[in-house]
């Protein structure tokens, strides 16, 4: 499941320090995909 706040999932919330800033944008890109898709009517 996903944080309901950030729509991250656990592992990605423990990861995030540890990643690097690259990752971390595109992490940031991929979320912005996942709200898209939470809000859209299904």
């Known amino acids: 499941g996903y944080c309901l706040g950030?729509?991250?999932t656990r592992e990605?919330?423990?990861?995030?320090?540890q990643?690097?800033?690259?990752e971390?944008?595109?992490?940031?890109r991929r979320?912005?995909?996942r709200?898209?898709?939470a809000s859209g009517d299904d």
Request: negative net charge.
């Open 24 to 28: 971390q944008r595109e992490l940031l």
């Open 6 to 8: 950030c729509r991250r």
């Open 35 to 37: 709200q898209l898709d």
């Open 31 to 33: 979320l912005a995909a």
């Open 12 to 17: 990605e919330i423990e990861r995030w320090p």
């Open 19 to 22: 990643m690097s800033a690259d």
